[in-house]
């Protein structure tokens, strides 16, 4: 059964550091999402993603995060200068269309130190 | 913008019973649905999603009733099993967006007692 992959499992990084949170997204998938969970709270919507371009993004996601499909396949997250704050479990998401589904990853877990 | 309020946080039944979980959402403009579970170190995965043109929809235990009147829906899991054990997020779309912009409520940890 195809799924939505993310790599690193688990990523350590230092305050101030960028980093680069990857998903590959389920292959015939158009549209794409990042969502972020802090330790013990709800599931947030940062952006969504079609044709190469934002589609709608929160009040979270600032200036300090950007994502990106740099080939066919792959579909990143990056947060410029991470702060502590930032830790959580971050989730990748994609659907075929806009009106159906959306299928998660099984999630990056971001701790910054 | 839309909030999702979701009750109970913590709900323990005993396996065989059934277990409710309410929530409510505050645009009426949301039109999309989606019930996830989420098991321990996985993502959130959809067992049943419900559109506002319809007010109930079943899937073997697991039904799902919505009240638009009210803003209000609700997941039902009949005879329950210990493997029903995780977290369950009722959730809503962003008005306007697809159905991957979605609002989360805080979500529901369910024990099932063997």
């Known amino acids: 059964e195809p799924e939505v992959t993310q790599t690193p499992s688990h990523q350590v990084t230092q305050m101030g550091q960028e980093v680069i949170l990857r998903c590959v997204p389920i292959?015939?998938?158009?549209?794409f999402y990042w969502y972020r969970q802090i330790l013990g709270q709800k599931v947030e919507f940062l952006v969504s993603?079609?044709?190469?371009?934002?589609?709608?993004k929160s009040e979270i996601f600032d200036d300090q995060f950007s994502v990106e499909r740099p080939d066919g396949s792959n579909f990143t997250l990056k947060i410029r200068s991470t702060k502590l704050e930032d830790s959580a479990m971050y989730f990748c998401?994609?659907?075929?269309?806009?009106?159906?589904?959306?299928?998660f990853g099984q999630g990056t877990r971001l701790t910054v130190v | 913008g839309e909030n999702v309020e979701q009750h109970p946080s913590t709900l323990s039944v005993q396996e065989g019973d059934s277990a409710v979980i309410k929530c409510t959402y505050s645009?009426?403009?949301?039109?999309?649905f989606p019930w996830y579970k989420q098991e321990l170190g996985k993502g959130p995965q959809l067992i049943i999603d419900?559109?506002?043109?319809?007010g109930e929809k079943k899937d073997q235990r697991i039904a799902v009733t919505l009240n638009k009147t009210a803003k209000h829906f609700s997941l039902h899991i009949t005879e329950t099993q210990p493997e029903d054990s995780a977290v369950y997020f009722c959730?809503?779309?962003?008005?306007?967006?697809?159905?991957?912009?979605?609002?989360f409520g805080k979500g529901t940890k369910l024990s099932v007692k063997p």
């Open positions: 998401a994609s659907s075929v269309m806009a009106n159906t589904e959306a299928f």
């Open positions: 292959s015939n998938h158009l549209y």
């Open positions: 993603f079609y044709n190469n371009e934002i589609s709608e």
């Open positions: 645009d009426s403009a949301s039109n999309y």
């Open positions: 419900i559109r506002s043109n319809v």
């Open positions: 959730a809503a779309t962003l008005p306007g967006g697809s159905q991957g912009n979605l609002i």
